[in-house]
């Protein structure tokens, strides 16, 4: 007789089942064929006793037989005649085998891939994230513990190749990773365990490393940082990224003097205050300091400063050679700003005044004559007075005389 069957077995891995398919052929025997369906498989526990029968169908009476033909089981499990798995394991992991599987009274045999998964202490985590910043608290417990330990069970996790992030703690007893992260870099651990009991001891290290990048302090004024305002206008920027349970304490970098008008509240690391320079692009260097559990971390952050006039102020002077010339400001408000109140003091800062012409500091005002042609832009620093305090802005003036 022969056996025609469709063979299949289905290895247990961890949270999932996987199908494996395999193929016989057909014959002719004094009984004809038989069709059989095969399924060898075990998920079983470390230490710990267990026995799972095979799953045959089709044989029709005939007595199954099985052997190991290549791979392995793990310590402590056999394969029996009768195609079940019995004893009690040692080692821990997904062993996959291929049984020589054959019947009583039949000619041929079978090749049946099996597999067995030991479960004990996992080494398994899932990680949020594998970037996290430094001063960030971590609290990674391992995934999937399936196996439970009994009175009669030590088990000891430990790193057993590379390293975790400085401010990162293993917890021997139940492999638990947490702490603060205090230096920045890229960390690949493999985390191990040892389990002993009565019955024996064993040891399993991660298949993969963990991947963990920490990087620097993510602390941001706004989304990128920048600190935008109006000269004379109050002003506020708050930081985003703080960490939870952190507590810190900013200061100014004393290698620059900070922003003229502004104060850093040095336990939240706000800007406020009233801007009374212009600045296009200005950085300034803000240095942090950050505890959280017991850690400590310092580092730094940029506030970019965008301050601008809040009033543009021009001159459009066009006059006759040889005749009077009396030549006001033009003020625009930026933003539809209200400078009400403002005060302002000019200063010519480049250029010359032909002529009898002058400069009024208080107005503003150009007058004179010159009894020749004359066109030039002449460029004058304003002292503005808004809001109680004072800045200076820049200012032209274009004076043409044409005959």
Known sequence: MWVGARVWSCIALIAALVGCGGGGGDGGGDSGTLHVSVSI?????????????????????????????????????????????????????????????????????????????VFGPTTIYSLPSNRIVVGEAADWPTLNNFWTRTAQDTVTYGVDEGTLPPGLILDPSTGRIHGVATTEGS???????????????????????????VGGFDLHYGSSGEVGGFAGFPMRATVT???PGATYAFAWDDSQPPPAGIELDPATGALSGTPRALANGATYRVLVTARNQGQEVSGSLIARFDVSSPVYIRHDCNG????????????????????????????????????????????????????????????????????????????????????
């Not at 493999?190 to 298949?207: A, D």
Request: aromatic share 10%; hydrophobic share 40%.
């Open 41 to 117: 498989g075990a998920d079983l526990y470390l230490f710990r006793p267990g026995s799972v029968r095979a799953s045959i169908t089709g044989l029709e009476g005939h007595a199954p037989n099985c052997t190991v033909k290549s791979g392995r089981l793990p310590a402590g499990v056999s394969l029996n005649g009768d195609c079940s798995i019995t004893g009690t394991p040692t080692e821990m992991g997904s062993f996959q085998f291929i049984v020589d599987f054959s019947a009583s009274n039949v000619a041929n045999h079978l090749d049946v891939y099996a597999g067995v998964t």
């Open 187 to 213: 960390y690949r651990p493999r985390i191990g365990v040892t389990v002993s009991s009565p019955v024996g001891t064993t040891h399993l290290t991660s298949e993969t490393p963990l991947m963990i990048n």
């Open 320 to 403: 006759k050679v040889g005749a009077p010339v009396h030549c006001a400001p033009i003020f625009y408000a930026n933003g539809g700003l209200n400078i009400d109140g403002a005060s302002y003091r000019f200063t010519l800062t480049e250029g010359y005044l032909p002529g009898t012409f002058t400069l009024d500091p208080n107005t503003g005002v150009l007058a004179g004559t010159w009894d020749a042609y004359f066109s030039q832009v002449e460029r004058l620093t304003v002292t503005v007075m808004l809001n109680g305090v004072s800045f200076d802005i820049p200012a032209i003036a274009q004076l043409t005389l044409s005959y």
């Open 241 to 243: 990224g703080l960490q």
